[in-house]
């Protein structure tokens, strides 16, 4: 009898592929996904589904482990079958591929540095291909850990030049996601529509009681009894896309304004590492403005 290494016990349950499926719910869905992958000879590692009552649409990730020699292609070329019969709208991603980010970043580092930890770590599972910042006040740091920094300041004359040359390093380095790390300037209409769906923005959850400036000495000066972080998909509607993840410091009348900024920082450095988690997971779908975030 073989033994089985703990090694060789993990690896047999870490999935190749995940397959996201959305469509109008109806009978026979799951048995019917189910049985296209099995008759691929793939092994399902993991399954979750989702039913929206309000919506009537069904929701389904499917983590799979496939054959030696079973490529994404050839796994969608068998799938479409099904996938024609239930119109269903899919796609399947090969985990073993780490997705390429890009990370922006303005002056406040909590962020950028969580995600620089957390990366190198490999509890994202991502390459950073570069940081682009509109200061240099982080270069040193990212050059550190061997990662390219671009500074592309950013005045009005400026924007639409500095917004082209970004487009130009995603398309060179073949990013697959843009994370604004605490990134202090709003993308423009038109850039935010090209890259819909590939950018996950933070921002402190005062909003949009306290906008603009120094929204941590506002929100002390009026009392608040907790701050929290959002983390959510950019679109042209500032700060307004598809939330994929949210959470909360609770503060007290002891607490001074350094006090609530620390708590802040950390909550958004939390927030922003679980929603960009969850993207690289591939356990995010859009539900409308909604997102359904597997778990």
């Not at 290494?5 to 870490?14: G, K, P």
């Not at 490529?71 to 099904?82: C, G, H, I, N, W």
């Given at each position: 009898?073989?033994?089985?290494?703990?090694?060789?016990?993990?690896?047999?349950?870490?999935?190749?592929?995940?397959?996201?499926?959305?469509?109008?719910?109806?009978?026979?869905?799951?048995?019917?996904?189910?049985?296209?992958?099995?008759?691929?000879?793939?092994?399902?590692?993991?399954?979750?589904?989702?039913?929206?009552?309000?919506?009537?649409?069904?929701?389904?990730?499917?983590?799979?482990?496939?054959?030696?020699?079973?490529?994404?292609?050839?796994?969608?070329?068998?799938?479409?079958?099904?996938?024609?019969?239930?119109?269903?709208?899919?796609?399947?991603?090969?985990?073993?591929?780490?997705?390429?980010?890009?990370?922006?970043?303005?002056?406040?580092?909590?962020?950028?540095?969580?995600?620089?930890?957390?990366?190198?770590?490999?509890?994202?599972?991502?390459?950073?291909?570069?940081?682009?910042?509109?200061?240099?006040?982080?270069?040193?740091?990212?050059?550190?850990?061997?990662?390219?920094?671009?500074?592309?300041?950013?005045?009005?004359?400026?924007?639409?030049?500095?917004?082209?040359?970004?487009?130009?390093?995603?398309?060179?380095?073949?990013?697959?996601?843009?994370?604004?790390?605490?990134?202090?300037?709003?993308?423009?209409?038109?850039?935010?529509?090209?890259?819909?769906?590939?950018?996950?923005?933070?921002?402190?959850?005062?909003?949009?009681?306290?906008?603009?400036?120094?929204?941590?000495?506002?929100?002390?000066?009026?009392?608040?009894?907790?701050?929290?972080?959002?983390?959510?998909?950019?679109?042209?509607?500032?700060d307004e896309g598809p939330i994929?993840?949210q959470d909360v410091s609770m503060?007290?009348?002891?607490?001074?304004?350094?006090?609530?900024?620390?708590?802040?920082?950390e909550t958004e450095s939390r927030?922003?590492?679980?929603?960009?988690?969850?993207?690289?997971?591939?356990?995010?779908?859009?539900?409308?403005?909604?997102?359904?975030?597997?778990?």
């Amino acid at each position: 009898m073989t033994e089985i290494t703990a090694s060789h016990a993990a690896d047999l349950l870490r999935p190749d592929f995940v397959l996201l499926v959305t469509c109008q719910d109806r009978k026979g869905l799951v048995a019917a996904i189910a049985g296209s992958i099995a008759a691929q000879d793939c092994n399902i590692i993991h399954n979750a589904q989702f039913g929206d009552a309000h919506t009537g649409r069904f929701f389904m990730r499917v983590a799979f482990k496939a054959p030696e020699g079973l490529s994404r292609e050839k796994f969608s070329v068998a799938f479409l079958s099904v996938a024609s019969a239930y119109a269903l709208e899919w796609q399947v991603h090969d985990v073993r591929v780490k997705l390429r980010a890009l990370v922006m970043v303005s002056k406040g580092g909590h962020c950028l540095n969580d995600l620089l930890y957390r990366t190198a770590t490999g509890y994202l599972p991502m390459e950073v291909t570069s940081v682009v910042s509109n200061h240099t006040t982080w270069q040193r740091r990212v050059e550190h850990e061997g990662i390219a920094f671009h500074h592309l300041p950013i005045t009005p004359e400026t924007k639409a030049e500095q917004e082209a040359r970004l487009m130009a390093l995603i398309d060179e380095q073949r990013v697959d996601l843009i994370i604004l790390a605490r990134y202090m300037q709003v993308l423009s209409d038109a850039t935010c529509r090209k890259l819909e769906g590939r950018v996950i923005n933070i921002h402190h959850s005062s909003l949009p009681a306290f906008k603009g400036a120094k929204p941590y000495h506002r929100a002390w000066e009026r009392g608040v009894k907790l701050v929290g972080a959002t983390g959510h998909y950019v679109t042209a509607d500032l700060d307004e896309g598809p939330i994929i993840a949210q959470d909360v410091s609770m503060v007290d009348h002891a607490d001074t304004i350094d006090d609530l900024i620390a708590q802040g920082q950390e909550t958004e450095s939390r927030v922003l590492t679980r929603a960009v988690k969850a993207h690289c997971e591939h356990r995010v779908m859009l539900n409308g403005a909604r997102t359904v975030v597997f778990k």
